[in-house]
T-cell receptor, first 116, second 114 residues
């Protein structure tokens, strides 16, 4: 069953803690993305990666970090430097857009992070 | 820079009636346009995408979208709404520079009443 798996579905973080959100895909996609969703603001790009061991900052990368050690995996760490981390986080993957510009992205089911 | 506007925060329609969810875009060059749907606490599901040359695009669950180049619009339509269509709908455009990332609108909540 191909797709993108995000875990956990719900995550609670205490002030000052780092937390890591998992994202795994078995679609054989080279490109992977992390988006943050807040009510009324749509989706904002945090980080993206086109290939293993390479990733780029998106529009709101401050307070976040990522790694891409394997093609299938793109974990996101929300650090204590992120001042307002409570949000819904979505991971996605696709063919690298430069290869096919009208390619769609496929999304995981999301992780809801709450600071307590 | 590319952008997408969804002018309506919410659209209300009665079951059985046609629905339209509006989207306008701004991008230089050829537009690559997409519609996604999101149900509560779920990820985004791909509905349809614009393919060059086809002004009426058909997608999943009976949805279609009309591309209008002169009005820079890509409105989502369905001839007969279902209560189960109630969800959050996002329009997106892929930029044609650099990495060609997807840029999303702010979303439109569709509420279909019985």
């Amino acid at each position: 069953d191909g797709g993108i798996t995000q875990s956990p579905k719900y995550l609670f973080r205490k002030e000052g803690q780092n937390v890591t959100l998992s994202c795994e895909q078995n679609l054989n996609h080279d490109a992977m993305y992390w988006y943050r969703q807040d009510p009324g603001q749509g989706l904002r790009l945090i980080y993206y990666s086109q290939i293993v061991n390479d990733f780029q900052k998106g529009d709101i990368a401050e307070g976040y970090s990522v790694s891409r050690e394997k093609k299938e995996s793109f974990p996101l760490t929300v650090t204590s430097a992120q001042k307002n981390p409570t949000a819904f986080y979505l991971c996605a993957s696709s063919i690298v857009p430069g290869q096919k510009s009208n390619t769609e992205a496929f999304f995981g089911q999301g992780t809801r992070l709450t600071v307590v | 820079a590319q952008s997408v506007a969804q002018p309506e925060d919410q659209v209300n329609v009665a079951e059985g009636n046609p629905l339209t969810v509006k989207c306008t875009y701004s991008v230089s060059g050829n537009p690559y346009l997409f519609w996604y749907v999101q149900y509560p606490n779920r990820g985004l599901q791909f509905l349809l995408k614009y393919i060059t040359g086809d002004n009426l695009v058909k997608g999943s669950y009976g949805f279609e979208a009309e591309f209008n180049k002169s009005q820079t619009s890509f409105h989502l339509k369905k001839p007969s709404a279902l209560v189960s269509d109630s969800a959050l709908y996002f329009c997106a455009v892929r930029s044609n520079t650099g990495f060609q990332k997807l840029v999303f609108g702010t979303g439109t909540r569709l509420l279909v009443s019985p």
